[in-house]
């Protein structure tokens, strides 16, 4: 399937114009049936043919279906438009914070701190339902017109109840943010999800990821490998005490990490 024209209907509800696409598929901003605003997500054609593929993308919709919390973006509908599934998501207006990075560079001590605990908020809540994301990076955390933060994007969640849908020996998740076991292609946790929350707040605080001058394997090498680089390089006025608590999530073994994304945020806001 080729990107939809604005006009086209996908089910009840009309497009309005592309947000973004990827490897995976389309988003656009839709209005439904009452004028309600919505983002619309569709999973390419040729992926849906894709057994595999297509399961995970109907399990993202039911785990976003599943969770409700303040900072989770809840999918509001899920259907299926000329053999392609598709998910209607909750519209969140402000961009995403990989944007705000792009186009401020850093964020505010005090901004990384409500990522951190909105965000880990969020996270703790997947955990509870039985869920790993697996993806935590800046573009899948959502801002409104008031920068609270929104996670989105379930489409790595790992049902820690349900089948495995990745390939025996296949590492699933975002270079720049992915943890060691999940390069190594091991069991996942919430202590994986520590730690790609982990590199996303390194990258709010310094505009980017842990091991951005690196490329390719370099990268996994380093996640596996290499001690992350302090922030305070590039941020010399950081609190010892931030710094110290945002690295605790970056260690290399998942037991070496704190437990839960809700106890790692509140170390952070503890350290300042």
Same mark, same amino acid.
Request: negative net charge; aromatic residues 6%.
């Given at each position: 399937m080729l990107e939809l024209p604005a006009g086209t209907t996908v089910g009840p509800?009309?497009? /309005?114009?592309?947000?973004?696409?990827?490897?995976?598929?389309?988003v656009y901003r839709a209005r439904g049936t009452f004028g309600d605003e919505v983002a619309l997500k569709l999973l390419k054609s040729d992926l849906a043919r894709d057994e595999t593929v297509r399961r995970r993308f109907e399990r993202e919709a039911r785990a976003a279906q599943k969770?409700? /919390? %303040? /900072?989770?973006? @809840?999918?509001l509908d899920v259907g299926e438009h000329e053999g392609t599934p598709y998910l209607a998501q909750a519209f969140?207006?402000?961009?995403?914070?990989?944007?705000?990075?792009?186009r401020e560079g850093q964020l505010s001590v005090a901004g990384a701190i409500a990522l951190a605990t909105e965000v880990g908020g969020a996270l703790d809540a997947i955990h509870q339902m039985g869920f790993v994301h697996r993806d935590v990076k %800046?573009?899948?955390?959502?801002? &409104?017109?008031?920068?609270?933060?929104?996670?989105?994007?379930f489409g790595l969640a790992k049902d820690s109840q349900g089948s495995v849908l990745t390939r025996p020996g296949q590492?699933?998740?975002?270079? &720049?943010?992915?943890? %060691?076991?999940q390069i190594r292609a091991e069991e996942?946790?919430?202590?994986?999800?520590?730690?790609?929350l982990g590199c996303v707040l390194l990258c709010a605080l310094t505009g980017q990821p842990p091991f951005a001058e690196k490329t390719g394997m370099g990268v996994l090498w380093a996640h596996l490998q290499e001690d992350p680089p302090d922030p305070r390089l590039?941020? @010399?006025?950081? %609190?010892?005490?931030?710094?110290?608590a945002i690295l605790a999530g970056l260690a290399k073994e998942p037991e070496d990490r704190p437990q839960s994304t809700a106890a790692y945020a509140a170390g952070i806001a503890a350290a300042v």
């Open positions: 509800y009309e497009i /309005h114009s592309l947000i973004a696409h990827g490897g995976m598929g389309y969770i409700v /919390h %303040p /900072h989770v973006v @809840p999918v969140v207006r402000g961009g995403t914070v990989q944007d705000k990075i792009d %800046p573009a899948n955390i959502l801002l &409104d017109e008031q920068g609270a933060c929104y996670i989105t994007d590492a699933v998740g975002s270079l &720049d943010y992915m943890a %060691p076991e996942v946790g919430p202590a994986t999800d520590v730690y790609g590039v941020r @010399p006025e950081l %609190p010892d005490a931030l710094v110290i």
